[in-house]
């Protein structure tokens, strides 16, 4: 009888789950909902730590935003604002505006990489010291699918929530100048098991579709893997990827999780 009732009450919140996005998903967010996160960055090869990185989302009226900062134990630090505006009849949210400052171990600015996609302006600017910075600008239509960072992360959680066969969606980089470029994922139907944290996990790979660019971007194109967990609202749970596209590998992994990595001398 105890095996019937746990099954019955495990059907009842999994329903009420379910329920609970298809009902909030009118207002845009919804299944598109991403909660706070804190993460631990690591070196994929040593598994050593490198940093904390802290990521929140707060609901406005009508709009969410989304902020993100990464702090390095060698002093750098990377901060990223955006916002999106809710839309109706459970569409996902659509980004206007992305700013993405990097920063040096000293303190000093490295890069800013921002977008307004009201305006279509896209804009990558390179510090160089006492140098006048790099500003590379375009302005261009911006397709009404893109996302970076977080978004991105909104639109994949959502899509896994619609259990969605396969998933696009366009991004901005700054490689160095500023690009538009289309991304597809495909999701495993298959669970995968990864050795940064427990349970029966979607892996999912990003790909950059540069055209007949490829060829020669190839060998600047980073890799990109995110972890989904689907017993968690398939809530992010870690990724591997490139920063500031010159192939440095790092690995974010949620917290708490089973790391067992190295913590160097004055980690928090």
């Not at 490829?214 to 980073?222: C, E, K």
Request: hydrophobic content about 40%; some cysteine.
């Amino acid at each position: 009888m105890w095996k019937v009732l746990a099954a019955l009450t495990l059907l009842l919140v999994v329903s009420i789950f379910r329920l609970t996005l298809i009902a909030s998903a009118a207002d845009g967010a919804g299944l598109f909902d991403l909660a706070n996160t804190d993460v631990t960055i690591l070196n994929p090869d040593s598994k050593q730590v490198l940093g904390y990185g802290h990521y929140k989302v707060t609901h406005l009226t009508g709009a969410m935003s989304f902020e993100g900062e990464n702090r390095f134990l060698n002093g750098e630090r990377d901060h990223e604002v955006q916002r999106v505006e809710l839309t109706p009849n459970g569409a996902p949210p659509r980004l206007v505006s992305y700013q993405h400052w990097f920063f040096h171990g000293d303190g000093s600015p490295e890069s800013l990489d921002a977008l307004d996609a009201k305006t279509g302006t896209l804009v990558c600017t390179h510090y160089n010291g006492a140098e006048a910075p790099d500003v590379r600008q375009s302005k261009v239509v911006v397709p009404p699918d893109t996302y970076v960072g977080s978004t991105q992360l909104m639109l994949l959680v959502g899509r896994l929530r619609e259990r969605a066969d396969s998933i696009s969606m366009h991004t901005f980089i700054c490689l160095p100048g500023p690009h538009i470029v289309a991304m597809t994922v495909t999701p495993p139907s298959a669970k995968a098991k990864w050795a940064m944290y427990p349970g029966n996990l979607v892996e999912v790979e990003l790909v950059p579709d540069f055209g007949w660019l490829g060829a020669l971007a190839g060998p600047f194109i980073p890799k990109s893997y995110g972890w989904f967990d689907p017993a968690d609202g398939f809530n992010y749970v870690g990724g591997l990827f490139d920063r500031f596209y010159t192939h440095r590998h790092l690995m974010m992994v949620r917290a708490p999780s089973n790391l067992g990595a190295v913590q160097p001398t004055g980690a928090p």
